[in-house]
């Protein structure tokens, strides 16, 4: 009896298996649904059969070209290999990564997929592919293809020289797809056509003053003295800057930024892309150096490994331009232990790769322990929220509802003054007038950060702060702005708009590291210094992996310059080292 009730039960789960699969695991169709991605939204279609998923297409015109774009255009095919939307986001594209992700998931839910079971059944990737070992042969290697590498690239490839360009990311850019603001540059065609008086001592000073004057001098007269030329040259390549505008720490109008008024670094990437793209450069993306071959002291070559390769790259000459170290904790904790578990702004490539291989070939190191923080930067999502917004008008306050600084002084000012409220954090505060008139307010609002009320003192409540003292601190604000006079803490900028049209708008704000001042020792010829004082043959850097440009404390415009200027440096010299 009791054999035959398991024969019957054996039979009964055989059945139900069965029925299961002829069931299949989708309903066969195209199933589409979007999400919020970064910039706007983002549409999924999902093709499937009775058994799998067939095809992924997605659609993001919105995201970033050089990162959300990235997973727009790899996520497809990654979730269609591993057969489950569950994928690994695309590193420095979260936010679009995860809005693909939903978007499948969604579109997946509604063809009938177990979701679970998706995951449990996940294929295999291939990710541990056997790399094969290959040797190149050339005569320079660009380590790093952010604005740096990318500019001195374009001048190798017009010289006419043999080089590769390697990228560890999957995408080109780097923290200067970050540079929300211009080049500055002195004596330009630009600022002589609008009437602009400068100087290239004016802006050497500037940045001595700017850096508490332990920068480099003979570094900061090479950047402000070639500024123009460097200018002329971006012109050359079609990424003309010709709108100049103010900015912190600057004796004049100095800030070089493309016509539209958009994001310096975007557009120069974009540029340099595009540039690089004409002369047939290909990047070697996905190809990470991992250290420098040094032979009877000189630089002989760069070992390098990629998913499916470990490089033996053999050349004369390598020029670093591999960026700074502000998304690497445990280097940044190594020389700023203060700033353990402080956010990042930066892109996820800045691990500092560059100085610790120039430091195992010598290489002497200057500022190293000179980080800028960047006084508003929504910490669940690292974004910055821009300068812009303090100088059209907003204010800070505290959890207390008051405010407690100038808001516009100078970075390292704000930031240690947010350290010292209760909670170590602030809010930024503004208005629909402000919104309506920042695009970069929209960003994020569409991405969650804002918390908004149609009254300041419903705006309170949901902060949690006292409505009174708020409604009193805005109207305390509203009264400086009227009479031009802010006699609280002295701020004279961005008081054109009051704070008084509704909706009011909040964004919880804190520190976040956005640049690594120090780094690598160079001369004014971009030779990297070694820890004696002497140049180490063939070894060249340019842009935030050196340190002795931006000393203490670097002002806005002058990472788009140091990029340009010594990255173009940095190839003229390794052009003439090769030819020696
Ligand atoms: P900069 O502003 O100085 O040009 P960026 O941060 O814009 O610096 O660019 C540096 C680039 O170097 C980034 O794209 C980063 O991913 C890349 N990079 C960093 N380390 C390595 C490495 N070890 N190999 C290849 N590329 C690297």
Not at 68 to 75: E, I, K, N, P, R
Not at 541 to 550: K, L, P
Request: aromatic share 4%; proline share 3%; with cysteine.
């Amino acid at each position: 009896m009791k054999k035959l009730f398991s024969l019957i039960l054996a039979l009964a789960l055989m059945l139900s298996c069965v029925t299961a699969l002829s069931e299949g695991v989708f309903t066969p169709g195209t199933y589409e649904a979007e999400a919020q991605g970064f910039g706007g939204m983002v549409q999924v279609a999902v093709t499937v059969s009775e058994s799998e998923i067939t095809a992924v297409s997605i659609e993001g015109a919105q995201e970033t070209p050089a990162l959300g774009g990235v997973a727009v255009s790899t996520l497809g095919d990654a979730i269609e290999k591993a057969q489950t939307p569950n994928v690994d986001c695309v590193s420095g594209a979260t936010v679009t990564s995860n809005a693909i992700i939903a978007a499948a998931t969604e579109a997946l839910q509604a063809a009938g997929a177990d979701i679970a079971q998706l995951d449990a059944n996940r294929r295999d990737t291939g990710a541990e592919a056997v790399r094969e070992d290959k040797t190149i042969d050339t005569e320079i290697v660009i380590i790093g293809a952010g604005g740096a590498g990318m500019a001195a690239a374009i001048m190798v490839q017009q010289a006419g020289k043999d080089f590769v360009i390697l990228e560890k990311m999957p995408y080109v850019g780097g923290n200067t797809t970050k540079a929300t603001g211009g080049m500055n540059a002195a004596e330009t065609h630009y600022q002589k056509e609008q009437g602009i008086e400068d100087s290239v001592e004016l802006f050497a000073a500037d940045t001595m003053k700017g850096g508490h004057n332990i920068n480099d001098p003979a570094l900061v007269q090479t950047l402000a003295e070639q500024s123009a030329g460097a200018i002329d040259w971006l012109d050359t390549i079609g990424a003309d800057l010709p709108k100049i505008s103010f900015s912190g720490g600057a004796s004049t109008n100095r800030i070089h930024a493309p016509a539209d008024g958009s994001a310096a670094g975007n557009y120069l990437v974009d540029k340099f892309s595009a540039k690089l793209a004409e002369l047939g450069v290909e990047i070697m993306l996905n190809t990470k150096a991992t250290e420098l071959i040094m032979q009877d002291g000189k630089i002989a070559g760069v070992k390098a490994e990629s998913p499916d390769a470990n490089y033996t790259i053999n050349c004369k000459a390598v020029i670093l331009a591999t960026g700074g170290f502000g998304a690497n904790e445990d280097m940044y904790t190594q020389y700023r232990p203060d700033l353990k578990g402080t956010v990042t702004t930066n892109a996820p490539g800045a691990t500092g790769d560059g100085i610790v291989m120039a430091q195992a070939v010598g290489a002497a190191l200057v500022d190293i322990e000179q980080i800028q923080l960047h006084p508003t930067v929504e910490q669940t999502t690292s974004m910055l929220i821009t300068e812009s917004v303090r100088g059209d008008g907003a204010i800070l306050v505290n959890q207390a509802g008051k405010r407690f600084t100038n808001e516009l002084l100078t970075r390292d000012a704000v930031s240690a003054a947010e350290l010292a409220q209760e909670g170590q954090y602030a809010y930024i505060l503004f208005d629909q007038h402000l919104r309506d008139n920042l695009k970069a307010i929209e960003k994020y609002v569409t991405n969650g950060l804002t918390v908004q009320d149609d009254t300041i003192e419903g705006l309170a409540s949901k902060l949690n702060i006292g409505p009174a003292t708020l409604a009193q601190t805005l109207n305390e604000w509203n009264e400086a702005v009227k009479n031009q006079n802010d006699a609280a803490f002295g701020r004279t900028t961005g008081m054109e708009n009051d704070l008084t049209t509704p909706p009011y708008y909040a964004i919880q704000i804190a520190p976040g590291i956005h640049h690594t001042m120090g780094g690598v020792k160079i001369d004014t010829s971009a030779e990297v210094i070694s820890t004696e004082g002497a140049a180490i043959p063939g070894l060249f850097a340019a842009g935030e992996v050196t340190g002795g440009v931006h000393g203490g404390n670097r002002l806005g415009g002058n990472a788009v310059a140091d990029i340009v200027i010594f990255g173009r440096i940095a190839a003229e010299s390794a052009i003439e080292y090769c030819e020696k």
